[in-house]
């Protein structure tokens, strides 16, 4: 009898099991993200994923073999578990609270400023050591290679030519393609493709990120304060998206988790009834045994 009592914490375990593969998957997302060159929160929320299993089928197996004492226990580590994502949805939120593009006049595209991102998250980026690490992903990432570039045929000869500037100021570049492969817009540089800009002579450059730009397409602006911001603008909102799968699946583990809780006290209730040789129908059921 009381087998089929705990059918329900069966259940609930088993819909837990499922909420671990959109955590599990959105920590394997973040990790092959070739864009994503702060790796800090992946490993941790790819963990948070596997336990979040592990503690289901734990769960599943007590259900299925009846055991009151391992539903509880199964019940408590859930439990420990909704902190432990919930500890997790404000550290990300936390991290990557300050800091957005700016608009630039006459551009689509946003311009990224460091002194607009701060904390953590910015000293670990800028950090010297950190940004050769972080600066070498964002190379090898190819955000400034091909994928960057567009080519429209050109009328008079038939040729493929790089689009116009105009084109190119309307275009909506990632954080990444407007901060580290192109110099800021208020260098006034002209165009002569996404990656190739040069300086107009006389033109004072007021931002230390003009003189950081080389149309060596190894450097690029791959050392300037404008790649760094939009390397934090990227991760913000990598985070972002990875923050509402994990707060839908923290809405629903509550839901789960006090059906569990419900679910287990009819359990254990059966279980007291089996054991005991208690009739619920007979008003002489002990009065300890009932909850
Ligand atoms: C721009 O031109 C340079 C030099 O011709 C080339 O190496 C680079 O790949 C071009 N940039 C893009 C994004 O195609």
């Known amino acids: 009898m009381y087998r089929r009592a705990t059918g329900p914490v069966g259940t609930t375990a088993f819909i837990a099991f499922l909420l671990g593969i959109p955590i599990l998957a959105g920590g394997i997302w973040l990790s092959s993200s070739a864009t994503d060159c702060i790796r800090f929160l992946q490993l941790p929320l790819i963990i948070l994923g596997v336990t979040l299993m592990a503690i289901s089928l734990f769960g599943l197996s007590a259900a299925c073999y009846g055991q009151i004492k391992l539903i509880r226990f199964f019940l408590f580590l859930l439990f420990l578990f909704l902190f432990a994502i919930l500890f997790f949805i404000i550290f990300a ?18 311009e990224y400023h460091l002194e607009d991102y701060s904390g953590w998250l910015k000293d670990r980026v800028v950090d010297g050591d950190n940004w050769e690490k972080v600066s070498g992903c964002v190379q090898r990432s190819g955000e400034c290679g091909v994928s960057m570039a567009r080519y429209v045929r050109d009328l008079n000869s038939g040729l493929l030519v790089p689009e116009s500037a105009d084109a190119f100021y309307q275009r909506n570049l990632s954080p990444l393609e407007s901060g580290c492969c192109k110099p800021p817009t208020s260098c006034g540089y002209t165009y002569v493709n ?98």
């Open 93 to 110: 939120y936390a991290v990557t609270d300050k800091g957005k593009g700016q608009v630039v006049v006459n551009r689509a595209f946003l």
């Open 194 to 291: 996404e990656t190739v800009w040069n300086p107009v002579p006389g033109v004072p450059a007021t931002d230390p990120d003009c003189t950081r730009w080389s149309n060596d397409q190894q450097v690029l602006c791959y050392q300037c304060d404008s790649c760094k911001a939009g390397v934090l603008a990227t991760t913000r909102r990598h985070w972002r998206k990875v923050s509402v799968i994990n707060i839908v699946v923290l809405v629903l583990l509550v839901i789960l988790y006090l059906i569990g809780c419900i679910a287990y006290r009819h359990a254990k209730r059966a279980h007291y009834d089996e054991t005991y040789g208690v009739n619920r129908m007979s008003k002489t059921a002990p009065s300890m045994f009932r909850f």
